[in-house]
């Protein structure tokens, strides 16, 4: 047999090894994103077939009209602007924390990432009750700290803290996203594990040498650490981004008419303008405009790893 057959022969083996996820990928993700293209440029209302009708890019050219979507994508960005450096800072504190706790790191590494496959409706709901603002314990433990500090404070003449209100979290157009955020703190679990592969890849040995030359904690940490772990950076703050701008289950099951629309993020709106209003070309409008916005930010942030991204780390460990 030649060895031209013998490659072909492969190569027909490989193909239909591959043909599973090849149909998926045509089934599940490029067929529906070219319908939803396609539906993107028509008004239907899903209920009859009657009433498709063609449009173009009229969705399009409606959406600066548009004051939710505007809303919608102003609290998206507010949103993912508060919530991924905070994820950030938990992900990598946490991550140095297990870094240095010796042979009881894996043990810390599991307890720490264990409420991240926790996520849920159920955990959404439990959050709900810690951040309920007359019954939940969150605010009776801030109460009970104001009464604590009320006697001290009055004895020296600061007027105690009776009058100090307590934060109404989720029912409030100011607090309903930094609620968010704290409940999201819930879930750092998995960008701690991504930051920890990389500092125990980084090893010690650069971080001897730069305390051998007077380099402080600090300058330790600015200059060997964060270089050393950018990768990891890039992919925390890339998937970060792209999570947040597409957050849905924490909003849908939270919103509330005294938040004033203070959790309308995009896919919500996408939601609701295709299954309550049915306006589903107009909401696929809508998820091609956030694709969009995502692949601008994707693409503007790839581009400029060359800065500040680092691939040649020594390898090591503990």
């Not at 009055?154 to 009776?162: D, I, K, N």
């Not at 409030?172 to 955020?181: G, I, R």
């Not at 925390?236 to 203070?262: C, E, I």
Request: net charge neutral.
């Amino acid at each position: 047999m030649s060895r031209s057959t013998k490659t072909g022969r492969l190569g027909q083996t490989g193909f239909w090894f591959v043909s599973p996820w090849l149909a998926g990928l045509l089934l599940l993700y490029v067929g529906p994103m070219f319908a939803a293209a396609l539906l993107s440029m028509t008004t239907w209302d899903g209920l009859s077939w009657s009433s498709l009708k063609w449009v173009g890019l009229g969705h399009f050219r409606s959406l600066p009209d548009d004051s939710y979507f505007i809303k919608a994508l102003t609290n998206s960005a507010v949103y993912t602007a508060m919530n991924v450096p905070v994820q950030l800072l938990g992900a990598l504190g946490l991550a140095l924390l297990v870094r240095q706790s010796g042979r009881w790191a894996g043990v810390w590494g599991a307890f720490y990432y264990v409420p991240h496959v926790l996520s849920g409706v159920a955990t959404i709901l439990i959050w709900w009750w810690l951040l309920n603002p007359q019954v939940g314990p969150i605010n009776r433990a801030i109460a009970t700290i104001y009464e604590g500090l009320n006697g001290p404070m009055a004895a020296v003449g600061l007027g105690g803290t009776e009058g100090w209100p307590l934060p109404p979290w989720l029912y409030s157009p100011t607090w309903a996203k930094p609620s968010l955020v704290m409940m999201n703190l819930w879930h750092v679990g998995g960008g701690m594990l991504i930051f920890l592969a990389a500092l125990l890849r980084g090893g010690d040995t650069v971080h001897e040498a730069a305390m051998l030359d007077g380099a402080g904690r600090l300058d330790r940490f600015l200059h060997v650490t964060l270089p050393q772990i950018s990768p990891a950076l890039l992919f925390n703050v890339v998937t970060g981004v792209v999570l947040s701008m597409q957050a849905f289950g924490p909003a849908y099951l939270l919103q509330n008419w005294q938040q004033r629309d203070g959790l309308l993020f995009c896919v919500l709106h996408i939601y609701r303008s295709a299954f309550e209003d049915h306006r589903l070309g107009y909401a696929a409008a809508l998820a091609w405009v956030l694709l969009g916005v995502l692949i601008l930010f994707t693409g503007t942030t790839v581009l400029t790893t060359r800065r500040w991204v680092h691939y040649d780390f020594e390898e090591g460990g503990l």
